[in-house]
């Protein structure tokens, strides 16, 4: 008899044994099938985003006033008897958010040009001497360079750096948040009738396949006499070409000059507003945040009369459930400026 319970048991244990491996493969392979399917998603996401014009504060290659895109002119506001109207422009090696440090060493390369006082290419010949660009070695200032009169030329500072290839360069060292400064020197009269301004450009110098060139457009203004104007554009369709269905996140970039309170609507029915962005509005003077109608409104204010004002603002939003906008519009993004 016991030998019979004994012989039922085993039976019994075998089946369940052989059940368990069904159960075990059956789980494994939805397991695997939600992997792939997730990798895929992840692959599509990752090179729609690809195409996207990064304006992330977290790209360990990074400045004040030089960006991955920029197309708008930043002018920087300087009280009118101004006697040597002056802009640093620092260069780093870490994100803005102070939350990395890039691990090897950047040698990069800075040019400059001028470029009409709209941002425009120059298309004629200039005999325009009133603007020099330089480089801190500590507390002592480099050669001035001149920047070149002749169309579209860019003009090279010359670093103290060699990268065993190449020389002339600057460089930022691995693994030490660190911070270089350039000079950019404005001629007084250039505040009251502004004609040009610069380009600078920092370019990384070597194989670097994450961070890329950043560059910004800069134009000294008097604080009396600028105009009173903000506005807002989409970065990603200066990709030539693109269109807002090859991406699946949008850049957009607020930025002017004068004192008064922005404005910014969006439609919230298929847009979302990165929550990082909104932190940093909701800590400016005069916020407020409201909704209406499928709109999102948010007010802030501006004033670029005093000293390190902020002139630009880089914001995100992302798709709400995968729907893509059909055009770069005020429609579903729109700035405006009220004056004070």
């Not at 670093?159 to 691995?174: D, H, M």
């Not at 903000?230 to 607020?254: M, Q």
Request: aromatic share 10%; charged share 25%.
């Amino acid at each position: 008899m016991n030998n019979e319970i004994i012989d039922r048991i085993k039976k019994k244990l075998k089946i369940l044994r052989n059940s368990w491996i069904t159960v075990w493969l059956i789980i494994v392979a939805v397991l695997l099938s939600g992997a792939a399917t997730y990798a895929a998603y992840m692959g599509t996401t990752h090179s729609k985003r690809v195409i996207s014009l990064s304006e992330s504060d977290e790209m360990l290659f990074s400045s004040r006033y030089l960006y991955v895109s920029g197309s708008e002119v930043q002018r920087i506001g300087f009280a009118e008897n101004s006697t040597d109207p002056a802009v640093t422009i620092d260069v780093c090696n870490y994100d803005k958010k102070g939350m990395g440090v890039y691990g090897s060493d950047i040698y990069f390369r800075i040019t400059a040009k001028l470029v009409n006082y709209d941002g425009t290419d120059i298309t004629s010949e200039t005999t325009s001497d009133k603007y020099k660009l330089a480089y801190l070695d500590g507390d002592t200032e480099s050669t001035q360079y001149t920047l070149s009169p002749i169309t579209n030329t860019e003009t090279a500072i010359n670093g103290p750096e060699s990268n065993g290839e190449y020389s002339g360069l600057f460089k930022l060292p691995a693994n030490t948040k660190t911070k270089m400064k350039f000079i950019l020197h404005c001629d007084p009269d250039t505040l009251s009738t502004p004609k040009y301004a610069v380009e600078i450009t920092a370019a990384p110098v070597g194989k670097y396949e994450d961070i890329k060139a950043i560059s910004g457009k800069l134009r000294a203004v008097s604080r009396s006499s600028q105009s009173l104007e903000w506005s807002g554009e989409f970065t990603d369709n200066l990709i030539t070409g693109t269109k807002p269905t090859d991406f699946d996140a949008y850049n957009y970039v607020i930025s002017g000059a004068g004192k008064g309170t922005i404005t910014l609507t969006y439609d919230n029915a298929i847009l979302e507003l990165d929550k990082n962005d909104l932190e940093i509005f909701s800590k400016l003077q005069g916020y407020t945040f409201t909704k209406n109608d499928g709109k999102t409104i948010i007010t802030f204010s501006v004033d670029t009369t005093v000293e390190n004002a902020v002139s630009r603002y880089a914001v995100h939003f992302y798709q709400k459930n995968g729907t893509a906008l059909d055009e770069f519009s005020e429609k579903y993004i729109k700035t405006e400026f009220t004056p004070s």
